[in-house]
């Protein structure tokens, strides 16, 4: 069954540091696989994807994520903190879409939530 | 950009009651998913639509039903509610083969 584990349920970093939140999945297939960001009472944006090709990809707001087959991660990461970045961070895993009349969904991790020390 | 707009922002109901959410997807969008989120928790699939039809089913208790129109909008029905209904509800829209969902706002629904 697909699944997607993010270790870390809380991680504080101070403002200009460096930050990796970590995700990994499991799934059968290729994944797609996305980080989305959530701010306290609001909805879900997509920070970035990772769909085929070049295995670092770059997402909005200064983030990038790796995609490592062989460690079956899909590690977020960003080189200088901004306190604006305080949120809870979703990795996910899309299903197969487009087959057998299924538009696939998102499995969700359980969420890392970051806060960030000025 | 439009986005995905979703109706109401929150929602106040009594056990045993009923409530209605709507989901208006991004324009051109003909798919339409339906999450769940409790307190503390992970958003989890109930159900999704394709061209107004139901495309996949997720966890969605029985007591809920949802459907899509013509316009392509989406609106989730839920009935006899329970507390441990009281959650943000999502919704989310694609492109056929875009893979690539959008969300809403979401709504949060509190059952007393």
């Known amino acids: 069954a697909q699944s997607v584990t993010q270790p870390d349920i809380h991680i504080t970093v101070s403002e200009g540091a460096s930050l990796e939140l970590r995700c990994n999945y499991s799934?059968?297939?290729?994944?797609?696989l996305f980080w989305y960001v959530q701010s306290p009472g609001q909805g879900l944006q997509l920070l970035l994807k990772?769909?085929?090709?070049?295995?670092l990809v770059q997402g909005i707001k200064g983030f990038e994520a790796e995609f490592k087959r062989s460690q079956s991660s899909f590690n977020l990461r960003k080189p200088s903190v901004h306190w604006s970045d305080a949120a809870e961070y979703f990795c996910?895993?899309?299903?197969?879409?487009?087959?057998?009349?299924?538009?696939?969904?998102?499995?969700f991790g359980k969420g890392t939530k970051l806060s960030v020390k000025p | 950009a439009a986005g995905v707009i979703q109706s109401p922002r929150h929602l106040i109901k009594e056990k045993r009651e009923t409530a209605t959410l709507k989901c208006y997807p991004i324009?051109?969008?003909?798919?339409v998913y339906w999450y769940q989120q409790g307190p503390g928790q992970d958003p989890q699939f109930l159900i999704s639509?394709?061209?107004?039809?139901?495309?996949d089913k997720g966890s969605i208790p029985d007591r809920f039903s949802a459907q899509q129109f013509s316009d392509y909008h989406s609106e989730l029905n839920m009935s006899s509610l329970e507390l441990g209904d009281s959650a943000l509800y999502f919704c989310?829209?694609?492109?056929?083969?875009?893979?690539?969902?959008?969300f809403g706002a979401g709504t949060r629904l509190s059952v007393l």
């Open positions: 799934y059968g297939a290729t994944p797609y």
């Open positions: 639509f394709y061209e107004k039809m139901q495309s």
């Open positions: 996910a895993v899309g299903t197969v879409m487009n087959y057998g009349g299924s538009q696939g969904n998102l499995i």
């Open positions: 990772y769909f085929s090709g070049d295995t």
């Open positions: 324009p051109r969008h003909d798919t």
């Open positions: 989310a829209s694609s492109l056929t083969g875009g893979n690539i969902q959008y």
